[in-house]
């Protein structure tokens, strides 16, 4: 099965059934398969921290919403995240890239990508890196985490896992 | 007509709508004329309503959701109108009090004296959008709260804020919960 399909597969499983965001290259094989069936109903959002308001307004309503972004779209979601996510005690799955690993990248994304972990750390959100060896063993675990302290996590996604078109 | 006798009237006139209030004083004046467990006061993520209402109407098209909005917010996340009018959500309202200020740190000036927000969410796809003179606003809202939605309804308020308004007393995680259970009931 492509990394894609049984992302989605793990997600499913974990009872995910809102999905938005705003994507990024490192995603392209998520959201392609969300661009091409409708079941998904993803909504393409126009910023990233909509996309949180987005999902707080589904979350209350009674789903369990995930939101993919490019990690650069941190930067617009801090106040969202503290304000809103946080503060209102909304449990959230972030499906976040890492553009800017090991300083490898566009000079955009360099320091970002060394902060990002510290940016959930300073934040107090727990974070993990996803791993193509243990998708259906990270999805979960982080569910878990997020569902029990009642706050967003980050499901942070290397270059290679999720790309692929396929 | 001051903002917080409109928000009065907006009050007086909502049913079983599901209320998104915005920040500032918008959200601690729906609380102080008509507290419900039905009104989610969003006190932070200043520019989020107008998200928080698309969430709500997307995830529950059997409900009529109403977002009280101010200009200063509708500026912040313009684009979102978009959302809305793409979503094609015909159970979500939005109401704009326009006072060509940020009421709520001091009366600052925003930039609606030449901007009309109604036109730019007719231009982003929205249903139905329309300036109302706050002197019909009491007749005009049950017919739109009928409206099929996305529908914006604008009224230009006078700027400044009336005393006795209270802050949200609920924690906002009550806020949440109980937003939540009014939904699922």
């Given at each position: 099965?492509?990394?894609?399909?049984?992302?989605?597969?793990?997600?499913?499983?974990?009872?995910?059934?809102?999905?938005?965001?705003?994507?990024?290259?490192?995603?392209?094989g998520?959201?392609?398969r969300?661009?091409?069936?409708?079941?998904?109903?993803?909504?393409?959002?126009?910023?990233?921290?909509?996309?949180?308001?987005?999902?707080?307004?589904?979350?209350?309503?009674?789903?369990?919403?995930?939101?993919?972004?490019?990690?650069?779209?941190?930067?617009v979601?801090?106040?969202?995240?503290i304000?809103?996510?946080?503060?209102?005690?909304?449990?959230?799955l972030?499906?976040?890239?890492?553009r800017?690993?090991?300083?490898?990248?566009?000079?955009?994304?360099?320091?970002?990508g060394?902060?990002?972990?510290?940016?959930?750390?300073?934040?107090?959100?727990?974070?993990?890196?996803?791993?193509?060896?243990?998708?259906?063993k990270?999805?979960?675990?982080?569910?878990?985490?997020?569902?029990?302290?009642?706050?967003?996590?980050?499901?942070?996604?290397?270059?290679?896992?999720?790309?692929?078109s396929? | 007509?001051?903002?917080?006798?409109?928000?009065?009237?907006?009050?007086?006139?909502?049913?079983?709508?599901?209320?998104?209030?915005?920040?500032?004083?918008?959200?601690?004046?729906?609380?102080?004329?008509?507290?419900?467990?039905?009104?989610?006061?969003?006190?932070?993520?200043?520019?989020?309503?107008?998200?928080?209402?698309?969430?709500?109407?997307?995830?529950?098209?059997?409900?009529?959701?109403?977002?009280?909005?101010?200009?200063?917010?509708?500026?912040?996340?313009?684009?979102?109108?978009?959302?809305?009018?793409?979503?094609?959500?015909?159970?979500?309202?939005?109401?704009?009090?326009?006072?060509?200020?940020?009421?709520?740190?001091?009366?600052?000036?925003?930039?609606?004296?030449?901007?009309?927000?109604?036109?730019?969410?007719?231009?982003?796809?929205?249903?139905?959008?329309?300036?109302?003179?706050?002197?019909?606003?009491?007749?005009?809202?049950?017919?739109?709260?009928?409206?099929?939605?996305?529908?914006?309804?604008?009224?230009?308020?006078?700027?400044?804020?009336?005393?006795?308004?209270?802050?949200?007393?609920?924690?906002?995680?009550?806020?949440?919960?109980?937003?939540?259970?009014?939904?699922?009931?």
């Amino acid at each position: 099965m492509p990394q894609s399909a049984r992302f989605l597969s793990a997600l499913e499983h974990e009872g995910y059934d809102f999905f938005t965001g705003v994507p990024c290259s490192l995603l392209k094989g998520v959201i392609r398969r969300f661009d091409d069936e409708p079941r998904w109903g993803y909504l393409s959002a126009v910023r990233e921290d909509s996309a949180l308001g987005i999902a707080a307004g589904a979350y209350m309503a009674g789903k369990k919403p995930a939101v993919f972004l490019q990690n650069s779209g941190l930067g617009v979601c801090l106040n969202a995240l503290i304000s809103l996510n946080v503060l209102y005690e909304i449990p959230l799955l972030l499906v976040t890239s890492w553009r800017g690993k090991d300083g490898k990248d566009a000079p955009e994304h360099i320091l970002m990508g060394e902060i990002m972990t510290g940016y959930f750390d300073q934040i107090k959100l727990p974070w993990r890196v996803l791993s193509a060896h243990s998708i259906e063993k990270d999805v979960a675990a982080l569910s878990e985490t997020i569902a029990s302290w009642r706050v967003p996590g980050a499901l942070i996604v290397p270059k290679g896992i999720l790309d692929a078109s396929g | 007509m001051r903002r917080a006798e409109a928000v009065k009237l907006i009050m007086q006139s909502v049913r079983d709508e599901l209320v998104v209030a915005c920040n500032g004083m918008i959200g601690r004046e729906v609380f102080t004329h008509r507290d419900r467990a039905a009104n989610f006061y969003m006190i932070g993520s200043m520019g989020l309503a107008l998200s928080i209402g698309i969430g709500v109407a997307l995830s529950r098209r059997d409900k009529s959701v109403l977002v009280i909005d101010g200009d200063g917010n509708v500026l912040m996340s313009a684009g979102v109108l978009a959302s809305a009018a793409a979503a094609d959500l015909d159970n979500l309202r939005h109401i704009v009090l326009d006072n060509e200020a940020h009421g709520s740190t001091g009366g600052q000036r925003t930039i609606t004296q030449s901007v009309a927000l109604e036109k730019v969410a007719r231009a982003s796809g929205y249903r139905y959008a329309a300036r109302v003179p706050t002197a019909d606003l009491a007749d005009a809202l049950p017919g739109f709260l009928k409206q099929r939605g996305p529908a914006m309804l604008l009224a230009k308020v006078e700027k400044g804020n009336v005393p006795g308004i209270a802050r949200v007393s609920h924690t906002p995680p009550e806020i949440a919960r109980r937003f939540s259970s009014s939904i699922r009931a």
